[in-house]
DNA sequence: CAGTGGTCTAGACCACGCT
DNA sequence: GCGTGGTCTAGACCACTGT
């Protein structure tokens, strides 16, 4: 099974057979794979040879290690897919004084008035350093959290209405309801979609196993040309969402 | 700097501390860090222990190693960024009797007829086994590979039209203009994109480093409600590539 | 050639989770 | 207590890159 003078490194090929056991159903998702002292027993080499094995499935995300339980077959978490369709459903459902259907996650908002960094300065199309409100906000789908963002509203347009209310949060229906009920109409919507691997804070916050890629999106709202809301840092684990986007041609 | 009884492992610490060093600027993008024997006298500590820190560094994208040259700080790429107005501008460009503007790429495609498996035949809403036509692209910047794909277009569609012709690879304006040019004409678009990482095979053929995700995207057109052509594995390299979605609300 | 990272071994002690 | 993975050491040889 294993050639400890192949051309490729012993490791790598322990990788392989573990690869391939588990993507052929040998060893199910959950399920845990044999111990590193098993594994050293049964191929014959060393620990750190087994463990460089181990960081490889870690890191293409095959693998969780649990210390002192064991090294298991990731499972695949349910998925939450997040549709370009809920703000124009947001907004219909607005113009026929309905509530908005918004995903049920439990949020932790934090809400607080700040001046605009660069950043986000540019985004919304002021002078860095106006007053905007500032909403870091924690979806948990359970316990698992399932997406983190912080979102930018420029003071000036929400300064004195119910939208500017910590009380409010989470805001039904989300952004683009809320900012219909003081008269903004969002008409618009841009979004920047990349992928990175997590900060080690972000591991810790977000729950995610080394080895998770993260799905980060930058948005802008507009009312017709002008930027009312900017979310610099919606942060989606790569193991729990995907984003959908449905585009109409003329 | 480095505290070996406390309670964080030493290795965490040393990449704390490199971390550090690279966010601050003091080793800046394409820079070399202190070679592995140099940071082992510096911090006193094995040359495992200091592996243990590059590989948390690879994990996370801020470095990469080369064999017998070293460990550099991770240039960033040139990001190139696919915007979802592309589609609307090639439909627009056709419209116009003008080609279509369209990245500039060399693009390396293999083209062939074959029976549809069961997640295209989903797509497209067809009995699986029914012929496709399979188009496998490899979108090259330069020498660097950029984006790779395989879509699929109904053959009962193209057959006999010069878009089946494999000759005529790639398709100048993209799938939205080879359609239009016989009379196919997409009105809608849908997008699923998901982040995860390279499997083995993939880090050679679009030659990421390790700590690199991808972004994948499965595309369905449509014209009017039926499916016209469906993209399965658009797979985009995290550290070359975004995608930038306009939206328009009622 | 010298210097770099890549691979591998053998052994040690620790921290965690379960029974 | 026992089995698990986590950390760390000391040393060895190899493979690649440069001068």
Do not use: C, K
Request: overall charge negative; aromatic content about 4%.
């Amino acid at each position: 099974m294993i050639d400890p003078h192949g051309d490729r490194a012993v490791y790598r090929q322990l990788a392989d057979q573990l690869r391939a056991d588990i993507n052929s159903g040998e060893y199910g998702p959950g399920v845990a794979i044999p111990s590193e002292a098993a594994l050293m027993q049964r191929y014959g080499v060393a620990r750190n040879t087994v463990r460089l094995a181990m960081v490889m499935l870690r890191e293409e995300g095959l693998v969780v290690t649990h210390h002192g339980r064991g090294t298991f077959v990731r499972d695949s978490l349910p998925i939450r897919r997040l549709t370009s369709d809920r703000y124009r459903a947001a907004l219909q459902a607005v113009d026929d004084g309905t509530t908005p259907e918004w995903p049920e996650y439990r949020a932790e908002a934090i809400h607080q008035e700040i001046p605009a960094n660069v950043r986000v300065a540019e985004l919304l199309d002021i002078q860095a350093g106006t007053p905007v409100l500032e909403r870091r906000i924690l979806f948990l789908d359970g316990s698992l959290p399932q997406q983190m963002s912080m979102s930018y509203v420029p003071l000036e347009l929400v300064t004195g209405t119910p939208v500017a209310d910590p009380q409010r949060e989470p805001w039904a229906g989300g952004t683009v309801a809320a900012l219909a009920s003081i008269g903004v109409r969002v008409t618009s919507v841009r979004e920047l979609v990349r992928a990175r691997m997590p900060q080690p804070d972000e591991t810790r916050s977000l729950a995610v196993a080394v080895g998770t890629p993260m799905l980060t999106v930058t948005r802008t709202m507009f009312a017709g040309d002008r930027p009312v809301e900017a979310a610099v840092d919606i942060i989606v684990p790569g193991d729990r969402g995907e984003l959908e986007y449905r585009l109409d041609l003329p």
